[in-house]
């Protein structure tokens, strides 16, 4: 007779392998209520896990995955991602855990660097940025049973998924900016945004229309980026050589906003008197301009160690659960004034 499975097990319970893996490793991934379905339908086939496969999983790796699908060049000056990984650095090296950093140029190739990375023992799990609508990077970490968390908004997750998610509210922040600027007289405010297919762009760009359409603003134009400076300095030229230009531009990252400040200089323009400037993330570069330049500020340092204490908890057996980190807020410094 032949000697079932885990595809055998997945089969009879109707879910992937990685949740049959999860279930019979006693690793968080799957319910308690799914957990125990798979493990009944297991003994009931009389299965048995070999002592080889045994000795395998009870040596870790202890080391995280990290990779980003990004064009290296423009990784290597975004201030988010250096603070980010500082973050996670801080409390994985902690407990002694190595981080494992890979840049590739798209999904396909992440996926692929991730399937390696496990299938060598090399990580115990990994954790996902920059979410894209329908991310293909989900659903591969469910298939190939490699635990990990994402970082950002739990809608990018397919339906039905259990990978847990740490985010903050985007769209809470960003109505906070339009509410400050209306506040004081602004009636044509533009956004500055990034990559369209990101799902945290698409929180960004609704909250801030919704907003605007609240206000009843007489303009609210959006332009979509890649979040480098070049693309930031374009936005911004467009922006402000149209006919009836904004008084206050809301940028999605600091590198778009100081470009967007080189521009007005450019043009004549005085900041804060003809145009006030929102920056995306509160760097050093927010301060390190003139005039420094207002944020929605956020502690991405904590961001990231806070991904990676959640990840190393679920790791040592707690239910994964989806955690909401602290709201951006709208830090006032020089390059706001009513218009």
């Known amino acids: 007779m032949k000697r079932p499975t885990i595809s055998d097990i997945a089969e009879a319970a109707g879910v992937s392998i990685g949740a049959v893996s999860f279930a019979l490793n006693d690793r968080p991934g799957v319910s308690a209520q799914t957990r125990e379905r798979i493990r009944a339908i297991a003994d009931e086939m009389g299965w048995q896990p070999s002592a080889a496969a045994r000795n395998l999983s009870a040596a870790r790796a202890e080391a995280i995955g990290l990779v980003i ?24 090296s902690a407990t002694g855990t190595a981080l494992v950093l890979q840049v590739v140029g798209d999904h396909d190739r992440a996926i692929e660097a991730l399937r390696s990375l496990w299938a060598a023992r090399r990580i115990d799990a990994t954790i996902l940025t920059d979410l894209w609508v329908g991310d293909p990077r989900v659903a591969a970490l469910e298939r190939l049973g490699l635990p990990g968390i994402l970082v950002g908004h739990p809608s990018a997750r397919p339906a039905g998924s259990s ?18 600027l209306a506040g004081i007289g602004h009636r044509r405010i533009a956004r500055v945004g990034g990559l369209v297919s990101l799902e945290h762009t698409r ?82 570069l927010c301060e390190m301009t003139y005039p420094s330049l207002s944020a929605l500020a956020r502690d991405v340092l904590a961001y990231g160690a806070n991904t990676a204490r959640l990840l190393q908890s679920f790791l040592d057996g707690a239910e994964p659960a989806d955690f909401q980190d602290a709201t951006p807020r709208l830090l006032l410094r020089d390059s706001i004034a009513p218009p």
Do not use: C
Not at 69 to 92: H, S
Not at 163 to 180: C, G, K, M, R
Not at 206 to 222: C, K, P, T
Not at 243 to 265: E, S, Y
């Open 163 to 180: 990978v847990p998610a740490i985010w903050s509210d985007d769209a809470a922040a960003l109505n906070e900016a339009v509410n400050y």
């Open 69 to 92: 699908a990004r064009d290296a060049a423009t990784l290597g000056v975004e201030p988010f991602y250096m603070k980010f990984i500082a973050g996670l650095e801080t409390e994985l």
């Open 203 to 284: 929180i960004r760009t609704a909250a801030f229309r919704a907003a605007a359409a609240r206000h009843g603003l007489a303009s609210a134009e959006v332009v979509d980026t890649d979040y480098t400076w070049e693309a930031g300095a374009w936005a911004t030229e467009r922006l402000l050589t149209a006919a009836t230009p904004p008084t206050a531009i809301t940028f999605d990252n600091d590198i778009m906003a100081t470009a967007g400040l080189h521009v007005a200089r450019k043009l004549g323009l005085d900041v804060p008197r003809d145009l006030s400037i929102v920056a995306g993330d509160d760097s050093q």
